[in-house]
């Protein structure tokens, strides 16, 4: 499966319902449709809690047949890893699906994951088969084969890989704790000696090919990735060249077996050939730029 295009040129939704609107790439979407002056109705947990056993009906109170539904909302790894995470996660999905029954929307997107693959597979592309190995990617895949079977919308499914950049909320390994570590404590620590090799995309990158989905009503599945993988290692030595103090990184014993993942990204330039990725020392520098001007104003 591959990423299909609707509308041959960008054009803008009658309003874009966003899910998830308090997160981190809720917060920096919400901003960029505000920017482009399109209608944006903006709804956090503030708003809808969508575990709730009402929350179906109450966002089918507030949708239009002609929205563009946007499903970012979802109980990240550091909320829980349990059970009890995966079934609230699941009853959030079961809610959009209730009231995306009801009101037949112009276009339903979901952000999932590249959780839903599995590690043993070192070249991943929209074809890999997906073998979540836990239950953050059990949820993902089962919230994703619940919506393909259950809502009639035109539906876009995004397996996004790590995103980082500003305002991040989960603190995730990465570039985002890394960046924290460095200007808080001056100290970065990699899990073993950071060997493992990931696929990050800046979160400005993550905005604008989101908005190319939701601006040609895009229908089907894609990888957002940016074909790139970089050690942990690499990352940490980036932000600590960068950060503007002294940083050590350090090294701590492994607790588990060291993976790679790296991405083929054919389908996504053959979707979008004029998209062009943020280098991460780019994204790395401007992260930090962000994250000091935030601290100091």
Do not use: W
């Amino acid at each position: 499966m591959s990423l299909n295009h609707t509308h041959p040129s960008p054009q803008p939704p009658a309003r874009v319902v966003v899910l998830g609107a308090g997160g981190f790439l809720g917060r920096h979407f919400v901003q960029s449709l505000a920017d482009g002056d399109i209608p944006v109705l903006a709804l956090g947990s503030g708003e809808i809690d969508l575990s709730d056993a009402a929350a179906g009906a109450e966002l089918k109170r507030r949708l239009q047949p002609s929205d563009a539904l946007l499903f970012l909302s979802a109980l990240t790894p550091d909320k829980g890893r349990t059970s009890a995470t995966l079934m609230k996660n699941l009853a959030m999905a079961r809610a959009v699906i209730e009231a995306v029954q009801a009101i037949d929307v112009a276009h339903l997107v979901y952000a999932s994951s590249d959780a839903v693959y599995s590690f043993a597979d070192p070249l991943i592309s929209e074809a890999t088969p997906s073998v979540p190995s836990d239950l953050y990617g059990a949820m993902h895949r089962t919230r994703e084969l619940m919506l393909a079977n259950e809502v009639k919308s035109p539906l876009a499914l995004l397996r996004f890989s790590a995103v980082y950049g500003d305002g991040d909320t989960h603190n995730s390994y990465g570039p985002n704790r890394f960046i924290r570590q460095a200007l808080k404590e001056g100290c970065i620590s990699l899990g073993g000696d950071g060997e493992e090799t990931r696929d990050h995309v800046y979160i400005d990158d993550a905005v604008a090919l989101l908005k190319s989905v939701v601006m040609r009503r895009s229908t089907g599945m894609l990888n957002v990735v940016t074909g790139h993988s970089a050690s942990f290692r690499s990352v940490a030595e980036s932000v600590a060249a960068m950060a503007g103090r002294p940083v050590a990184i350090q090294a701590t014993p492994r607790q588990s077996p060291i993976t790679h993942r790296s991405f083929d990204i054919v389908n996504l330039i053959r979707a979008f050939p004029n998209m062009r990725f943020t280098p991460m020392q780019e994204g790395i520098a401007a992260t930090i730029a962000r994250t000091a001007e935030k601290a100091s104003g």
